[in-house]
Structure formats: structure tokens, C-alpha cells
Nanobody, 116 residues
């Protein structure tokens, strides 16, 4: 099973940018579809973005045009570039990996706080 470790969270001002990283280990990274969810305080977990093994991408409407997901198979890492951040983007961001059977692994999450 793949192990996922997120990093890059922190405090950022509204309108600012942040890049999250999710490093994978323990399995062949290139076979996994990767993605991100987030969970704001008091709310359900929300899907954010996905990138397939062939680097096709999808985004939630709430982040489309502001967030960009990418992957570097040589570094076993998926990224989430977040621009034009808003207070409502404040959440714990979780990385996930789907193997070819559909089995899903999760990271531990990284906190992003958008506040002045």
C-alpha cells in the first residue's frame, strides 16, 4: 500500500498563493490516480481535484481557474498549486491515491489557513 505525506500548508493572506505537495512511497507511484480533498471546520470533506495516470485533470467548480494539480512521477509527488486564495479555502487538505483496483489510500492532511 502506498504511503502519502502532505506538506506545504500554513497561513496565507487572502489573494495569496500556496503550493501543497504530497510525497508517495512504498509502491509504484505512476500507477496511481492522485487527488486532493479538503475539510473545513464543521463541514463535510469536499473533493478538490484529481489527476490521472495520464495526467488528465479535473477540478471542483469552487477552485477551477485558481488551483492547478500536477504530478512528477520521477519524484513520486503530486502538487496542488493554489492561487487567489480566499478565506473559504481554509481547510485541512488531504491527498489521496487510487490504485488500479480502486482501493484508496489517504495522507494525514495539511492545514491551510487563509486569513489577514
Amino acid at each position: 500500500q502506498v504511503r502519502l505525506v502532505e506538506s506545504g500548508g500554513g497561513l496565507v493572506q487572502p489573494g495569496g498563493s500556496r503550493r501543497l505537495s504530497c510525497a508517495a512511497s512504498g509502491s509504484t507511484f505512476s500507477i496511481y490516480h492522485m487527488g486532493w480533498y479538503r475539510q473545513a471546520p464543521g463541514k463535510q470533506r469536499e473533493w478538490v481535484s484529481r489527476i490521472t495516470t495520464g495526467s488528465r485533470t479535473n477540478y471542483a467548480d469552487s477552485v477551477k481557474g485558481r488551483f492547478t494539480i500536477s504530478r512528477d512521477n520521477a519524484k513520486n509527488t503530486v502538487y496542488l498549486q493554489m492561487n487567489s486564495l480566499k478565506p473559504e479555502d481554509t481547510a485541512i487538505y488531504y491527498c489521496y491515491a487510487d490504485d488500479p483496483t480502486g482501493s484508496r489510500s489517504w495522507g494525514q492532511g495539511t492545514q491551510v489557513t487563509v486569513s489577514s
